[in-house]
Nanobody, 131 residues
């Protein structure tokens, strides 16, 4: 059974930075796409960033318009982790952030950030940005 454990959330002032990490373990099926999603109170869960593995060492990263230029997703296969570097944080970035993993999907599927492609989810880590 896949386990995804997020860490690195916390409280920060606007303009600050946080780095989220997600450790994956226990998976028995291949995957070529991982992502970060977030959900603010009263809102739908939305995609933040996804990373698609083209081949070992080659990845495509995709970002929601709201975070482009501020967030960066990366993957470390040796450590089975995916990270999200968040810079220039804004109060509207406040949310619970979730790591998620697909099976084997196409590049467009990964880029779509459609939750339906992601079968494994972590428990989430809270990010709070104060003004």
């Amino acid at each position: 059974q896949v386990q995804l454990v997020e860490s690195g959330g916390g409280s920060v002032q606007a303009g600050g930075s946080l780095r989220l990490s997600c450790a994956a373990s226990g998976y028995t099926y291949a995957s070529n796409c991982m992502g970060w999603f977030r959900q603010a109170p009263g809102k739908e869960r939305e995609g933040v960033a996804t990373i698609y593995t083209v081949r070992r060492g080659t990845y495509y990263a995709y970002y929601a318009d709201s975070v482009k230029g501020r967030f960066s997703i990366s993957q470390d296969n040796a450590k089975n982790t995916v990270s999200l570097q968040m810079n220039t944080l804004k109060p509207e970035d406040t949310a619970m952030y979730y790591c998620a993993r697909t099976g084997v999907v196409s590049d467009p599927n990964c880029a779509s950030m459609d939750r339906g492609w992601f079968g494994a989810w972590g428990q989430g880590t809270q990010v709070t940005v104060s003004s």
